[in-house]
C-alpha cells in the first residue's frame, strides 16, 4: 500500500518522466547536500515524478498538494 503525503510543489528538489534520470539525480543530491534526512520520490497524476527533502512535508499548507509516495531514499548512516 502506497502512503500519501502533501508537498508544495514549488519545494521539489528536481522532476522528471524518466525514473532512471531521477535516480541519478538523488545520488547527486545525496552528494551534494550530505543529507542526513530523508529523501522521497513521489509521483504525480500526468506520470511526473519529483524529489523532496521528506522534512519538506505540509500537510497545513492550502498550496500543498498530496502525492503518493512510491520511494523513501534514506542515508546509509542513518539509525532510522
Known sequence: MEETIFFNRGNALTSTVDQ???MKK???EKDKRGL???LVVVQD???K?????FSDADSENDQAT???VKQVI???ESSE
Open 74 to 76: 534514506k542515508n546509509e
Open 45 to 47: 497524476n500526468s506520470g
Open 49 to 53: 515524478y519529483l524529489l523532496f527533502d
Open 26 to 28: 538523488v545520488q547527486i
Open 66 to 68: 498530496e502525492f503518493q
Open 36 to 38: 542526513d534526512n530523508k
Open 20 to 22: 532512471e534520470e531521477l
